[in-house]
Nanobody
Framework: QVQLVESGGGLVQVGGSLRLSCVAS????????MGWFRQAPGKEREFVAAITRSGITTYYANSVKGRFTISRDNAKNTLYLEMNSLKTEDTAVYYC??????????????????WGKGTLVTVSS
């Protein structure tokens, strides 16, 4: 089993930046496709960004394209999400997720196999 622990959440003003981290233990992340999802108050969990095992291909929700960047450092067993130009609508609990095998369905909640417990990001105006 792989365990995922997110960190880096906090309170930031509109237009600010945050860098989220997800550290994996138990297994090396180089065997997993990785992704970030979020759940805002009163809304369902939604896809934010994903990156394939190779790191060659990335996927982004339209709402964060151009503002967020997903990356991975397999040597550190860590996944990152650089968040820039933050908006109040970005307020949510952000979850790190992993999927073994092919990168198919990495943009869907049901497609992921393992989840962290989340880190809260609050963007204030």
């Amino acid at each position: 089993q792989v365990q995922l622990v997110e960190s880096g959440g906090g309170l930031v003003q509109v237009g600010g930046s945050l860098r989220l981290s997800c550290v994996a233990s138990g297994r090396t992340i180089n065997i997993y496709n990785m992704g970030w999802f979020r759940q805002a108050p009163g809304k369902e969990r939604e896809f934010v960004a994903a990156i394939t095992r190779s790191g060659i291909t990335t996927y982004y929700a339209n709402s964060v394209k151009g503002r967020f960047t997903i990356s991975r450092d397999n040597a550190k067993n860590t996944l990152y999400l650089e968040m820039n130009s933050l908006k109040t609508e970005d307020t949510a609990v952000y979850y790190c997720a992993a999927k073994a095998g092919t990168p198919i369905q990495v943009t869907t909640t049901d497609g992921m196999d393992y989840w962290g417990k989340g880190t809260l990001v609050t963007v204030s105006s």
